[in-house]
Antibody, heavy 121, light 113 residues
Framework: QVQLVESGGGVVHPGRSLRLSCTASGFTFRTYGMHWVRQAPGKGLEWVAVISYDGSNKYYADSVKGRFTISRDNSKNTLYLQMNSLRAEDTAVYYC??????????????WGQGTLVTASS | QSVLTQPPSASGTPGQRVTISCSGSRSNIGSNSVIWYQQLPGSAPKLLIYSNTQRPSGVPDRPDRFSGSKSGTSASLAISGLQSEDEADYYCAAWDDSLNVVVFGGGTKLTVL
């Protein structure tokens, strides 16, 4: 069955960097677009970024553009989110999600359990 | 301020039918498929409806209780035969062609009275 396991969250000072990972299993990782979506404490869902199945296309929310970078390693079935210049407002649970359709980037489908990132001094 | 507009709350009694609305614009709901998610307390979101009306395999037992619809720039999620375990937050989403992002609604908290 599909499994997505996020890791790399933690407490970090504002202005510092953190890299999240999402290890996938149970499906053909290299044929699916992958998303990052976050949820601040007590708030709604905010889409962060998506990467196409082959890494050739990437899209970002305006709130993270220029600071966050999404990438993937299909040989390791792993998705990444490099987060630089973190701000207090980046504090959230970060979920990775597999697109519902092969070769698509518009329909987050199955979600992992999330990893908490706290940007605080 | 979310790009898609949902009512912040909804409620119903067991067995009742409840609908949750989601309003957008031409560049998102008007041009692309609507997705619905259910987020139970303390859990990750789960895909409930995709492509406006389709239910994925693995939707909670009695999958026909959840249905989606879309008309123009609005969409709705209907839950029939309301059960206590349906208490959750529900989110709509869609790709936005102008922004090149996935946009979400603010979420609707469903209470079963």
């Amino acid at each position: 069955q599909v499994q997505l396991v996020e890791s790399g969250g933690g407490v970090v000072h504002p202005g510092r960097s953190l890299r999240l990972s999402c290890t996938a299993s149970g499906f053909t990782f290299r044929t699916y677009g992958m998303h990052w979506v976050r949820q601040a404490p007590g708030k709604g869902l905010e889409w962060v970024a998506v990467i196409s199945y082959d890494g050739s296309n990437k899209y970002y929310a305006d709130s993270v553009k220029g600071r966050f970078t999404i990438s993937r390693d299909n040989s390791k079935n792993t998705l990444y989110l490099q987060m630089n210049s973190l701000r207090a407002e980046d504090t959230a649970v970060y979920y990775c999600a597999k697109d519902h359709f092969e070769f698509s980037t518009v329909t987050p489908g199955y979600w992992g359990q999330g990893t908490l990132v706290t940007a605080s001094s | 301020q979310s790009v898609l507009t949902q009512p912040p709350s909804a409620s119903g009694t067991p067995g009742q039918r409840v609908t949750i609305s989601c309003s957008g614009s031409r560049s998102n709901i008007g041009s692309n498929s609507v997705i619905w998610y259910q987020q139970l307390p303390g859990s990750a979101p789960k895909l409930l409806i995709y492509s406006n009306t389709q239910r994925p395999s693995g939707v909670p037992d009695r999958p026909d209780r959840f249905s989606g619809s879309k008309s123009g720039t609005s969409a709705s999620l209907a839950i029939s035969g309301l059960q206590s375990e349906d208490e959750a937050d529900y989110y709509c989403a869609a790709w936005d062609d102008s922004l090149n992002v996935v946009v979400f609604g603010g979420g609707t908290k469903l209470t079963v009275l």
